[in-house]
């Protein structure tokens, strides 16, 4: 009887864990309601308004930076305006907190890594309006990177380029673009590197990636995770990652085991910001808000930025950081692949030309 | 209203008969309350997104090839880290049951370590062991058995996350095994192969019974320690869960339910026929 029992509240776990999964329960709805304050504050017009509260959502490698640059806004906007701001952050895959926000989670402001997750805001909940992207300068990006590679020290492989990847025996580490949004930065880079060859065409980028893919021994679920798997694990001749990732983890886990090598051409990624307006509009924290995600343009913001490995568009402050910042040509999702909007059908979602790779040849 | 004094009058009457320990009726309203609220809910909020989209949308998601490879070896890899636990688990509880050792208390303990180490730890611990350059996986490596990123990554995986579901089952019916049957049997002549077959093992089976269809139902659904082990090479190593995420970001929740769907599904005929099998067993053995 009692063994028999025991299967019930098991599979009621299983049952529930899936749920939590498929279908986004779990709202953990912050109350980030610092919301009247700023209207009560402007109507008594008040010397010292009360305290409010901001809840950024980013995506995985931002954290070190956020950190940076709260610290730093929340000093600039008490000392302009007499109120004090905390801004709490979330961070996780882009996908995953995307869906939080739509699913519920009051995000005032939204800094993901892909803008196809940001669209995803208008789609699906009206969250923002459609032209968001045109709102802010640069795309609404106030900082850039782009992808490069991770190799052993002393470069054994010879890896220089693309090309490089798609050689018989090299071994590529790269997470899966399903699941990652990083993943799908390097997909781009590679397909866009191939299109860029004298006589590229898709033909010849399709069959150009699905050669590296092929050199790909494990896909891991996120950036960080394919990190781990060539720096701890060993496993891998080449880490294909966002520049930010990279010389992070070079500074992190040790010069003279890891070197940082430069591709000819890659994309330029372009992670965007916005306010999310309905949730703005219902905490009254829009002008916050806004001076927030403004703030990330001015040259202290693009300074921290830079510090964590960010490319800057503030031309005074990236001609300070060149030496970090090799010069590359980089190409946009917008002039090869259409935008986001069209880029993740056509590759990424189910039956686009990713599935393809690992269909088995008829 | 003439009617109202009888049904009472009924109702308490069959109460009464019901049982002798009370609060019958307070404790079925809670069950019913609890596994409705906890279970059910949830379940119905499931099958209704799936069916959200139509019927051939629902069809063509949980019948596409990927998703049939995934379902597959998602079933084998369960099945076999369960038939692995079935034995190994037996004797780990049968050496905790009969003999006492310095450490034992340690090593019982230990059993209930995967229960309450979270997956991800687990799977990043296993992948830490496994994996090509690591101590044990290069030596299985050398022996030219590649455990990391490959279908045997997921099964040791799913081995180690099943362990304490047969220990724990079958532990306690050992435990209340009289040793004086064994010892009869052994009087009356029966070796020691015999014994174990003919006397010890059947009393066990509900118990294995039990322990590995809860293994199997939990390897089924296990993702965290997985993602990490099993490389996830879609149609190679991907299994079920992971085809769920993946169209989560994808934002398809629709594919996403109804291969959840599939999945609930299969493990509720899985426990279900398992629970028919043991009042079956039982009957016939009463």
């Known amino acids: 009887m009692i063994l028999n029992s025991l299967s019930t509240p098991s599979f009621a776990r299983r049952a529930l864990v899936l749920l939590s999964l498929s279908l986004g329960l779990a709202h953990c709805n912050k109350p980030s309601n610092a919301a009247q304050s700023t209207a009560a504050a402007a109507s008594a017009a008040a010397p010292a308004p009360e305290p409010v509260t901001l809840l950024n959502v980013s995506y995985d490698p931002t954290r070190e930076l956020y950190t940076a640059f709260n610290a730093h806004f929340a000093k600039k906007w008490e000392a302009e305006h007499h109120q004090k701001v905390t801004i709490n952050q979330s961070h996780g895959g882009g996908g995953k907190q995307a869906r939080a926000v739509i699913d519920g989670l009051e995000a005032d402001v939204v800094t993901l890594a892909v803008a196809y997750d940001v669209n995803q805001l208008h789609d699906k909940a009206q969250l923002i309006p459609e032209n968001w992207q045109s709102r802010l300068e640069q795309n609404s990006s106030p900082y850039v990177s782009t992808i490069v590679f991770v190799v052993r020290a002393g470069n054994p492989q010879k890896i220089k380029d693309w090309n490089d990847l798609a050689r018989d025996g090299v071994k590529v580490i790269t997470p899966n673009p399903k699941t990652s949004g990083g993943a799908r930065w390097n997909y781009l880079a590679a397909w866009g590197y191939a299109l860029k060859q004298p006589g590229g065409d898709e033909a010849k980028a399709q069959a150009f990636v699905e050669k590296i893919y092929k050199n790909v021994p494990v896909l891991d679920s996120g950036a960080r995770g394919s990190t781990t798997t060539f720096v701890e694990r060993g496993i891998g001749d080449v880490l294909v990652t966002w520049e930010n990732e990279a010389l992070l983890s070079v500074k992190e886990l040790g010069h003279g085991k890891l070197e940082i090598v430069v591709p000819s051409v890659s994309i330029l990624t372009e992670p965007p910001v916005t306010v999310v307006d309905k949730v703005v509009d219902k905490h009254h924290t829009r002008a916050v808000a806004e001076a927030y995600l403004k703030e990330l343009y001015s040259p202290e913001g693009q300074e921290i930025a830079a510090k964590n490995f960010y490319r800057p568009r503030n031309a005074e402050v990236a001609a300070k950081y060149k030496d970090q910042f090799p010069e590359i040509k980089l190409f946009t999702v917008d002039e090869l692949f259409g935008g986001w909007a069209k880029a993740q059908p056509t590759h990424f979602n189910d039956g686009g030309l990713f599935d393809k790779i690992y269909k088995p040849s008829k | ?286």
């Open chain 2, 1 to 286: 209203m003439s009617q109202q004094p009888l049904e009472k009058r009924h109702r308490s009457f069959s109460l009464r008969r019901r049982g002798v320990l009370p609060g019958f009726g307070l404790t079925l309203g809670y069950t019913i309350f609890y596994v409705g609220l906890l279970v059910l809910l949830p379940l119905f909020a499931l099958v209704f997104k799936s069916s959200t989209q139509g019927f051939a949308a629902f069809v063509s998601a949980v019948t596409d090839e990927r998703a049939l490879l995934a379902y597959w070896l998602s079933f084998r890899t369960a099945l076999a880290g369960a038939a692995i636990n079935a034995v190994f688990g037996v004797v780990v509880a049968w050496v905790l049951v009969r003999y006492s050792f310095p450490g034992k208390s340690l090593l019982d303990a230990l059993v209930d370590l995967p229960f309450a180490l979270p997956t991800a730890v687990a799977g990043i611990a296993l992948t830490a062991v496994y994996s090509e350059n690591a101590w044990v996986g290069s030596k299985l490596l050398s022996l030219g058995v590649k455990v990391a990123f490959t279908q045997l990554g997921i099964i040791v995986a799913l081995t180690f996350i099943g362990i304490p579901f047969v220990v724990r089952t079958v532990q306690p019916v050992l435990e209340e095994l009289e040793t004086d049957v064994e010892e009869a049997a052994a009087l009356l002549g029966a070796g020691r192969l015999q014994t174990f077959r003919r006397v010890i093992l059947p009393s066990l089976v509900p118990a294995i019974l039990t322990g590995f269809a809860l293994a199997f139902a939990r390897g089924l659904g296990e993702y965290g320690s997985v993602v990490f082990i099993s490389g996830n090479m879609p149609m190679k190593t991907e299994i079920a869960p992971l085809l769920i995420v993946t169209k989560l970001e994808q934002y398809d929740y629709a594919g996403a339910t109804a291969i959840a769907t599939v999945m609930l599904m299969a493990s509720f005929a899985l426990l279900f026929g398992i629970n028919m099998l043991q009042r079956w067993a039982r009957r016939a053995e009463a």
